[in-house]
């Protein structure tokens, strides 16, 4: 393997919890009551798809315009939720795989939906770890399709097949694997399905599993 390419909400910092939040509060504005489990479904794809995901949820119909009203607002919320991120939030086994990449010569890369990408890898203090950062503002199409990782693995220059990709959501690895890469998923439960492999953390993936795999 040749690279690593890293989701961001989940893997690197848990803001998934400032999405459910901030989605959480439209839904209600919207005569909806949003689910843990429901929210798992939102995980790794666009604003648009997870605002029409809920509106489908409830039965909700509403116009284009209003549509870009919600969108907005829940970005709105969800930067506010995330103002005070800092370099404490990084989830355990980060800085320890980060640092491994470097030691080995291995490039990584980012992989995210998320349009604030850049702003929370500075608020954290990895940004520059990072030799390519894809998020939502640079990619048409969202998990699963494979278009965020497909561009990672170009502009790292590495083939697709010798990339490890760490991922948190179900449509994350499917787009990983679509793009014939190795998918890592990292979940509390300890599976993610269809995921090659399966930790619970970064914390949990021994460094013998990269000398393997490498």
């Keep these: 393997m040749k690279a690593f390419i890293?989701?961001?909400d989940g893997v690197i910092v848990d803001t998934a919890k400032y999405h459910f939040k901030s989605w959480k509060i439209i839904g209600k504005k919207l005569g909806f009551e949003l689910t843990k489990t429901q929210n798992e479904f939102l995980k790794g794809i666009s604003r648009e798809e997870s605002l029409?995901?809920?509106l489908n949820w409830g039965g909700i119909s509403i116009d284009r315009m209003?549509?870009?009203k919600y969108m907005?607002?829940?970005n709105l919320i969800y930067k506010e939720l995330i103002n005070n991120v800092d370099k404490m939030d990084i989830l355990p086994g980060v800085n320890k795989l980060i640092d491994f990449a470097a030691i080995k010569g291995i490039p990584i890369a980012l992989g995210s939906a998320s349009k604030n990408a850049h702003g929370i890898l500075k608020k954290l203090g990895i940004q520059n770890k990072f030799k390519v950062i894809i998020d939502g503002n640079s990619t048409?199409?969202?998990k699963p399709h494979p278009e965020v990782f497909l561009k990672g693995a170009q502009m790292l220059g590495v083939n697709p097949k010798e990339v490890i990709v760490f991922e948190d959501s179900v449509?994350?690895?499917k787009a990983a694997n679509t793009a014939k890469m190795v998918s890592v998923g990292i979940c509390a439960s300890g599976k993610i399905e269809n995921a090659r492999f399966n930790f619970k953390s970064l914390d949990d993936i021994p460094l013998e599993f990269f000398e393997n795999v490498i």
């Design 140 to 142: 048409s199409k969202t």
């Design 52 to 54: 029409d995901k809920i």
């Design 6 to 8: 890293f989701d961001l």
């Design 171 to 173: 449509a994350g690895v």
């Design 72 to 74: 907005k607002e829940k």
């Design 66 to 68: 209003d549509k870009k």
